[in-house]
């Protein structure tokens, strides 16, 4: 029963004086008789752009019915969704990260706004699901995260598990002669089969699987297919479990704790994940006011190994791995280095969630003593450099000999002329290429650089080039490819200082990157180093002016008069 609980709602409809309020609510088809129940959010960020949320409008009207059945009274409102796939390539990326941000903020509006109880915030994709989150920590109101499941692996002729990534390397491919256009063209019509994120460990599917980790959806949610037969029963429960997490008071701040942030990073290191979950985890423990560090990240890289074979730092498409197991089964292989009592959205601890899980297939999911990768997908690099640090997905290298590497350096002032470069045989084998301006503020809005690292991958460059930048890369990078790159060239970092032909030497096991030229000769490019000017607008005007470093999480300054 709720009619002893302390509700929000009730500033809506309770008192004399908010008769235009109840008449509002009447409006919109709320019955008198309803208005004492609690007020649920279906936080819903379904489209028609993106494939990820496409199914999503379903989707919400099955939690709705979960919430109607245990007590409450569901309203829906969408957010924005970006589509990263989309937006490559072009100006539109720039757009990307800041509108984790903007849906934020959005949700943030409403929900406080709208005085709702609590909230079943509906996701998929890279930015949209934890910027749901930031906006159910800063609100803290009893919240269920309901991912919307990876899309099933494309296939075309020989051609299995096919995922974004696969596509993006397919035009390297052509460029060297191994495909032909009219064969790309045919596997384009049949790689993507049906709604759902990109079937592959990219940023998408890795939030959806940290998010299960932290507590903060269902269990088993994260791995499920979009078109599983059971995702319509998941719904429901979810609608249920939202009501039940009102009456313990089970709000995000008691999930998000410190121990549940190193569960998720314990997690993403056995997955794989993508450089993003950095950014995102930063920004989620600094809304959650939990202190992180990017160092930290490694520390645990050090101790928890790769254990996923799932793209792209492994063999098989992402939904795959739900037959292994998922996120549960993948949780119990870690249960010696994770905190099986934090709580989660269930009601339970993860200990209690994980219980009975196994791993079904060992292909897929490793042993501890016999993983991937001796260490975690993900490694923090400094140096002179990057003295503040840089990210790599070390599991992303197909070549070992190049996790070390020193060459000279190619510079390009952005993404579009590094593309261009390697397209006209510019780049050659054994340089460093190096694309800066691309970081928070240069961008602005710190681009992901897939559209390189995709060509260069398909020509076969990266058994011979690294690549870094101060940009950040797509969850489906693979490679040696060093990203967030901090201080960032646009505040005088020294990747701005960097010239062709200087020496770049990088070495992941040492955890080292380093611009190899003389202290004095730095100091004199420093001396003459202006920043470059921009003519910016809008939201990307106000993202540059408020950014913090990536290292930070790429989070904004509060306060627009610091």
Not at 228 to 248: K, N, S, T, Y
Not at 254 to 274: F, P, W
Request: net charge negative.
């Amino acid at each position: 029963m709720t009619e002893n609980l302390t509700l929000r709602s009730r500033d809506l409809h309770e008192s004399l004086e908010r008769t235009a309020h109840r008449a509002l609510l009447h409006c919109i088809g709320v019955p008198h008789a309803e208005m004492g129940k609690p007020l649920v959010a279906i936080v819903n960020s379904w489209t028609d752009v993106v494939p990820g949320h496409t199914h999503l409008r379903a989707v919400g009207e099955l939690v709705k019915q979960g919430v109607r059945k245990a007590g409450g009274t569901p309203l829906e409102f969408d957010t924005i969704a970006v589509c990263d796939g989309l937006a490559q390539g072009h100006i539109g990326m720039s757009y990307s990260l800041p509108s984790r941000e903007a849906i934020a903020d959005t949700v943030e509006i409403m929900l406080e706004g709208h005085r709702f109880d609590a909230a079943v915030m509906i996701s998929s994709c890279d930015k949209i699901e934890p910027g749901h989150l930031l906006a159910a920590l800063r609100v803290n109101i009893p919240t269920v995260m309901l991912t919307g499941g990876p899309m099933e692996g494309g296939t075309y002729k020989d051609h299995t598990d096919i995922t974004l990534s696969t596509m993006r390397e397919f035009a390297g491919q052509v460029k060297v002669g191994k495909m032909s256009r009219e064969e790309l063209t045919e596997i384009e019509k049949a790689a993507l089969p049906g709604p759902g994120s990109c079937s592959m460990m990219g940023t998408a599917n890795t939030m959806a699987c940290l998010l299960e980790a932290l507590g903060m959806s269902p269990t088993g949610c994260a791995m499920m297919l979009a078109v599983d037969p059971l995702r319509p029963a998941l719904a429901r429960e979810a609608g249920r479990m939202v009501i039940e997490c009102l009456r313990q008071n089970l709000t995000p701040r008691r999930i998000v704790t410190r121990q549940a942030i190193e569960n998720a990073m314990a997690v993403d290191m056995a997955l794989g994940g993508s450089t993003n979950s950095v950014l995102h985890l930063l920004a989620i423990a600094h809304e959650a006011g939990i202190p992180l560090e990017l160092d930290e990240f490694d520390l645990v890289a050090r101790r928890v190994p790769h254990l996923c074979n799932v793209k792209p730092s492994g063999k098989y498409a992402v939904g795959r791995l739900d037959e292994a197991g998922g996120i549960p089964a993948l949780m119990q292989e870690l249960a010696p280095v994770l905190h099986l009592d934090a709580l989660t959205v269930t009601g339970r601890t993860l200990r209690e969630n994980i219980a009975g899980a196994a791993v079904a297939n060992r292909e897929m999911i490793r042993p501890l003593s016999d993983p991937l990768h001796a260490e975690g997908g993900l490694a923090i690099l400094r140096g002179s450099l990057a003295p503040e640090g840089a990210v790599v997905k070390q599991s992303g290298l197909r070549f070992r000999n190049m996790l070390a590497h020193r060459g000279p350096a190619r510079v390009f002032e952005g993404m579009e002329d590094a593309v261009k470069a390697f397209m006209g045989d510019v780049v050659k084998p054994g340089d460093v290429v190096v694309v800066r301006y691309e970081g928070p503020k240069g961008g602005p809005g710190m681009r992901e650089m897939h559209q390189i690292t995709s060509v260069m991958v398909g020509m076969g460059l990266d058994e011979h080039c690294g690549l870094v930048t101060d940009g950040r890369f797509s969850g489906s990078t693979r490679g040696p490819c060093i990203g967030h790159i901090s201080p960032e060239a646009a505040e005088g970092g020294p990747l701005a200082l960097v010239r062709d032909g200087d020496l770049i030497e990088y070495d992941i096991p040492s955890r080292r990157l380093d611009l190899l030229v003389p202290a004095e000769e730095l100091a004199r490019r420093r001396a003459a180093w202006q920043a470059p000017k921009r003519e910016l607008k809008g939201i990307l005007a106000r993202y540059a002016r408020l950014a913090e470093s990536a290292s930070k999480g790429a989070i904004l300054r509060e306060g627009f008069g610091e």
